[in-house]
């Protein structure tokens, strides 16, 4: 693949995040913000009087200009580093096609990067958590999630040189099931948080990380969508068709 064609995939990459972080703003506006509103009022509720701080940035404005902008400079850096992957992943990871291979590379992505971590350490509300330990679980979710990144990638180099010896099918299984253990034992060890308050609602709890999984699920599929259809359109376009009367002409 020469530097034209990975130049005009990262732009693509990086159209296809915009769109996809259209939706996803949909998705967060819609889904995602009544849940944050209803755990800010829970923490105002038991809060103190005098403990209520003064706003440097008004709540309308991080729940319109504040999320939009977030999300789509999300979006489109994303997709960006997704298309750079999407440029080394093609025809290394089996003979798919770029469609294909973009939406498997956003369902792995969205897995490895959100899905696995979000298991082991769930998104809070805004109103749950203590401050002081703020630093400390952003430290262990990058952790989770760098690891299961790099555990992502084992497996296809596992499978890759399996195949020839246990075949497709049966080296794949061994690649997953490696991937599983060792993300299992990962669980195991890793610090345990939990700084829920015994009377946070559990159904406004559920509904906020369920409406934050909608979110990134959202992101990654609208991606692999888009992306794959811009793919596949730069890199197996079809042939120009020529209408029967342009034929007549021509051949008179």
């Known amino acids: 693949m020469n530097s034209a064609t990975v130049r005009n995939l990262l732009v693509r990459g990086m159209l296809a995040g915009l769109g996809a972080g259209v939706l996803a703003l949909i998705v967060a506006y819609f889904l995602g913000e009544p849940n944050v509103d209803s755990a800010i009022g829970f923490e105002e509720a038991h809060a103190p009087a005098h403990e209520h701080e003064v706003e440097l940035v008004s709540r309308s404005l991080q729940s319109t200009a504040g999320l939009a902008t977030g999300v789509l400079v999300y979006g489109v850096a994303f997709g960006g580093i997704a298309a750079l992957a999407f440029c080394f992943a093609l025809g290394r990871v089996g003979r798919f096609t770029p469609r294909a291979t973009a939406l498997l590379l956003s369902g792995t992505a969205l897995l490895a990067v959100y899905v696995v ?3 082991k350490y769930p998104a809070y509300p805004p109103s749950v958590g203590d401050p ?10 990058f952790l989770m999630m760098v690891l299961s990144v790099l555990l992502a990638v084992a ?11 246990l075949g497709t099918w049966h080296a794949t299984v061994v690649a997953v099931l490696g991937f599983g ?43 692999g969508l888009v992306f794959g259809e811009l793919a596949e359109r730069l890199l197996h376009p079809k042939p120009a068709t020529v209408s029967a009367g342009t034929a007549v002409a021509a051949l008179q």
Do not use: C, H
């Open 117 to 119: 971590p979000f298991l």
């Open 132 to 141: 002081d330990t703020i630093g400390k679980r952003t430290t262990l979710y």
């Open 181 to 223: 253990v060792v993300i299992g034992l990962a669980y195991e060890f890793l610090p345990v948080i939990n700084e829920v308050p015994g009377d946070f609602p559990a159904t406004l709890l559920w509904r906020f990380r369920l409406s934050a999984l909608a979110m990134q699920a959202t992101l990654w599929g609208g991606f």
């Open 155 to 165: 497996p296809v180099i596992v499978g890759k040189r399996l195949a020839p010896k």
